[in-house]
């Protein structure tokens, strides 16, 4: 079984920066994609950034130039380094990872931009 857990999220004024985590854990061999999505309220969930190798991410307009994916395939993690964040950036942030053709997803945690 494999468990996806996110950390590092919290509230941070507009301009500001937060750092993202996830690892993952469990009986695997190797992990195709490691991706970020985000939930705002009454919005659906979307993509913010994925990487499929170290140097192939990719990321959303919206966060494009702002936001760096960067992965670790020795301890099987992903972050997410956001800076010049804006209200419009709130969300619920998860992470995901594709092993075998299949999505496991965190919890998610809260990112909060506000003044």
């Known amino acids: 079984q494999v468990q996806v857990v996110e950390s590092g999220g919290g509230l941070v004024q507009p301009g500001g920066s937060l750092r993202l985590s996830c690892a993952a854990s469990?009986?695997?061999?190797?992990?195709?994609?490691m991706g970020w999505s985000r939930q705002a309220p009454g919005k659906q969930r979307e993509l913010v950034a994925q990487?499929?190798?170290?140097?192939?991410?990719n990321y959303a307009a919206s966060v494009k130039g702002r936001f760096t994916i960067s992965r670790d395939d020795n301890m099987n993690t992903v972050d997410l380094q956001m800076n010049s964040l804006k209200p419009e950036d709130t969300a619920v942030y998860y992470c995901?990872?594709?092993?075998?053709?299949?999505?496991?997803w965190g919890h998610g945690t809260q990112v909060t931009v506000s003044s």
């Open positions: 990487i499929f190798r170290p140097d192939m991410p």
């Open positions: 469990g009986r695997f061999s190797r992990i195709y994609r």
């Open positions: 995901s990872v594709e092993i075998d053709g299949r999505l496991y």
